[in-house]
């Protein structure tokens, strides 16, 4: 997938070089996050609370860790040699996908909060599928990814496949909400519910930011000539 080479092939001729690897890393952190995500919501509908707490730890570790490479990035952008042009490019690039991880590390510390036996077998279906459908999303941004640093020139086919994942996540979190709703009516805590609702809000606005990133990433590549 992702890799600083095929980064340095999309920036080489411009870019300086420890610029290159920060913007790959920083997009690796990100898609890294998106999977701890995964296997921590696995765990918190498992009930395994102990695996849920390690990788609430992860997520918010790796977010950290994501944030403390943007704000390196964009400081040496700032004394680097690029052209104005290409740091704009690299700045919304970045910012866009932490987005990505700034609204998972959220949603993990709101499930968190709640007391996951008290939640419906319905709902926690609704949570995984929900979840694993954004997995999908996440991939398909890295092949968007792949293909503007491969220069195959198919960045508008996997830009749309990503598109069109972030509306099913939209559904679904519709349908989603509208259970979270029903069972709250006679919810024993209304803190379990509405934290519950607030967290599929961040997984949904988490897709939003993957679209965003795709734009960004489309944008660039017709500026390239590579779309």
Known sequence: MLGSGHIGEWFGRKAEKEIIAACAKHLEK????TNQFKLFMDAYCDGDLDKAKYYTKEVVEREREADVIKRKLIDD????????????????????????????????RKLSYTDVTKIPEIIKDGLRAIVNRLIDENAALMRAVDAIANGSGDVADKAALTERIEEEIDDMRVDLLAKIL???????????????????????????????????????????GGA
């Open 77 to 108: 952008l700032m004394v680097s040699s690029l052209h104005p042009m290409d740091q704009d490019e690299i700045i919304r690039l970045v910012l866009t996908a932490d987005d990505i991880a700034a609204h998972l590390k959220s949603a993990t």
């Open 182 to 224: 029903k069972w709250g009516d006679n919810a024993e805590h209304v803190s379990d519910w509405l934290m519950l609702k607030e967290a599929v809000e961040n997984i949904e606005s988490s897709s939003d930011k993957m679209e965003d990133t795709v734009d960004v990433i489309r944008a660039i590549a017709v500026l390239r």
């Open 30 to 33: 990100i898609f890294g996050i």
